[in-house]
């Protein structure tokens, strides 16, 4: 079955500017978190999302936004971007709660500079 | 609060072992383990849910202290593919603390 997609794969933006960044999770998949990954922070928790209701949110500023559709599939939003913004941000999708007891499929991630 | 992770880099031989540690300053209602590959997302290995649990996964398992709020991974007889980094993944038991909190990784290279 078709693994978690994440659009665009690669991505350059300029201080200033927004970006939505997109994930498709696995069919049938309700949750979907996202994560920021750097070198020197590791994975930073942003967002989880069980049936279009955000249920746990990271310590990241009102900039970063984000959303899940009926259909399971989730957009993040970063407005005013800054350079320490540029990071790849993974989505990962559960077939349940991770409460519940499930592992994360990750996506292949996207990639965000800023310039 | 991230959990910690030791050590930070380990280079073994093929077939040499290695043990992960990831200790958490609170309490714990699950631990998870990932391996990411250079470029690649990272792959679920197991879930550890209950204190003193252990499981296996080919020649890697994994145990889980619940009352000493740490888990270890263990990787035996290692082969080329184990290479990669590896996270912990912890969870409290509710509300906020419900989330997956991930470790800074520990970047494990398995040489001839």
């Known amino acids: 079955k078709a693994g978690v997609t994440q659009t665009p794969r690669y991505l350059i933006k300029t201080r200033g500017q927004q970006v939505t960044l997109s994930c498709s999770p696995i069919s049938g998949h309700r949750s979907v978190s996202w994560y920021q990954q750097t070198p020197g922070q590791g994975l930073q928790f942003l967002f989880e999302?069980?049936?279009?209701?955000?249920?746990n949110k990271g310590n990241f500023p009102g900039r970063f936004s984000g959303r899940q559709f009926s259909n399971s599939r989730s957009e993040m939003n970063v407005s005013t971007l800054e350079l320490g913004d540029s990071a790849l941000y993974l989505c990962a999708s559960s077939s349940s709660l991770i409460g519940a007891g499930g592992g994360y499929t990750f996506g292949s991630g996207t990639r965000l500079t800023v310039v | 609060q991230q959990p910690v992770q030791s050590p930070q880099a380990v280079i073994l031989r093929e077939g040499e072992d290695a043990v992960i540690n990831c200790s958490s300053s609170k309490a714990l209602y699950s631990v998870h383990w990932y391996r990411q590959k250079h470029g690649e997302a990272p792959v679920f290995l197991m879930i550890?849910?209950?204190?003193?649990e252990q499981k296996g996964h080919d020649k890697i398992s994994a145990s889980f202290n619940e009352k000493k709020q740490q888990s270890s991974l263990y990787l035996t007889a290692s082969q080329l593919s184990y290479s990669g980094t590896y996270f912990c993944g912890t969870q409290g038991r509710t509300g906020t603390a419900s989330k997956l909190t991930f470790g800074t990784g520990t970047r494990l290279q398995v040489t001839l």
């Open positions: 550890l849910l209950k204190g003193g």
């Open positions: 999302y069980f049936s279009e209701t955000q249920r």
